[in-house]
């Protein structure tokens, strides 16, 4: 069976459409690609953060337990 003309035109237009969606997806892909990973350092950084805020507090509520006790030594 040979192929028309114009039946050899619509496959070549369908597949340079394909072509262009498949450019076009691997270029979405690589953008979300670099978001995720921009996300992702975020995401550390702030756990990094939270961390070292607790750590803070923990510091900082000792100090205040050990005025607290040396308050309680004091007789007046």
């Keep these: ?33 670099a978001q995720l990973a921009a996300k992702i350092s975020e995401t550390q950084e702030l756990a990094r953060k939270i961390a070292e805020l607790n750590q803070d507090k923990s510091d900082v509520k000792g100090r205040v337990d050990k005025l607290l006790s040396q308050l309680e030594t004091i007789e007046i």
Excluded: H, N, P, Y
């Design 1 to 33: 069976m040979i192929v028309s003309e114009e039946a050899f035109g619509i496959i070549e237009k369908k597949i340079g459409d394909l072509a262009a969606l498949v450019q076009t997806l691997k270029s979405e892909k690589e953008a979300l690609g």
